[in-house]
């Protein structure tokens, strides 16, 4: 669910609903000279507005050397725009070498100035977690990487995480299958940062919005989302580019914008989405009291929505939080 918090006694707070951002497998040429096939402008932009990570993927990896003329240009745009940069790996599911996995990584960190490691082709099972655990630590001794993202694609072990093996795990990749997947049981405990997503051949703008919501309530911070398919869904943007990042940008902006005092009342105020649905409730206790639902299935306005809580200006104090529906 989607939560933001705020104590009865402030009058005018704000509190992000979910950290929700965007990771982008940018696997296009920064073709810079050609407008018509150049994605990476656009995924420069799309960091003025929400926070993105881009994985860029030169050849399966950094092409055994340092950036082109072209890299290099393109490159400069995603960081001069606050861009946050990963650069792609295999790893054959444990198979691949590490010696070579390690000089992909040595490239990219000496010669592409970019933020993390993408591994890809991850396996899931603890029986490679000293592979992973070992490739985690050489990244994160590296002078200049500090983020490293692992694609199993599906559900990981949980020592993965708590050793850590990895800081962020792509936990579902596919075309079909998202509507029904049940993540791990441990996925709620850990915070949402943790965990991404990445799903193609999604044809509509509103299936896209369904999509991310749906990764929002299972905990999953990180989502991309595109209509592409077929062999590499990942060349392009989606037709639906804009309006993905404006419904990111809005999950992030829902908050309760204030609580008013009225005689023995409180008027809990807050943001909301057309055609989502919102519940209010409370504590008396943050540090593990049990919350009571005020009122259930709200329908969002788009707009600034109240309800008000018999009793809410009473001690003991209270805090309220919103959540949006699934």
Not at 109 to 132: C, P, R, S, W
Not at 254 to 261: D, F
Request: hydrophobic share 40%; charged share 15%; proline share 6%.
């Amino acid at each position: 669910m989607i939560r933001a918090v705020i104590a009865w006694l402030c009058l005018a707070a704000t509190a992000s609903a979910a950290d929700v951002r965007l990771l982008v497998p940018l696997y296009s040429y920064p073709s810079w000279y050609n407008p018509a096939t150049y994605l990476w402008d656009d995924v420069a932009q799309a960091a003025r507005q929400v926070p993105v990570t881009a994985i860029i993927n030169p050849n399966n990896g950094p092409n055994g050397g340092p950036p082109n003329s072209d890299y290099v240009a393109g490159l400069a745009e995603l960081r001069t725009n606050g861009v946050t940069i990963l650069g792609y790996v295999y790893t054959s599911y444990g198979g691949r070498d590490t010696n070579l996995v390690k000089a992909d990584i040595d490239l990219y960190d000496q010669h592409y100035n970019i933020d993390g490691i993408f591994l890809d082709e991850v396996a899931a099972g603890t029986d490679k977690l000293t592979y992973y655990g070992q490739l985690y630590d050489y990244i994160k001794s590296r002078p200049h990487l500090r983020h490293v993202v692992t694609n199993p694609g599906t559900h990981m072990d949980e020592a993965y995480l708590s050793r850590p093996a990895t800081d962020t795990s792509v936990i579902f990749e596919n075309d079909t299958g998202w509507n029904t997947y049940v993540p791990s049981a441990y996925v709620s405990a850990y915070d949402s940062r943790r965990f991404a997503m990445l799903v193609y051949s999604v044809g509509t703008a509103g299936a896209m919005r369904s999509n991310i919501a749906r990764a929002v309530h299972r905990n999953l911070a990180y989502v991309y989302v595109t209509n592409d398919g077929g062999a590499n869904p990942w060349d392009s943007l989606p037709a639906y580019w804009p309006e993905e990042i404006a419904y990111v940008r809005s999950l992030r902006e829902l908050r309760i914008t204030g609580v008013e005092l009225s005689g023995a009342d409180a008027v809990v105020r807050f943001t909301s989405l057309s055609n989502h649905t919102f519940r209010v409730a409370a504590t008396t206790n943050l540090t593990g009291g049990s919350w009571l639902t005020l009122t259930n299935a709200l329908a969002g306005t788009g707009s600034i929505m109240e309800i008000v809580d018999p009793g809410g200006a009473l001690p003991p104090r209270r805090f309220y939080r919103v959540e949006l529906l699934p």
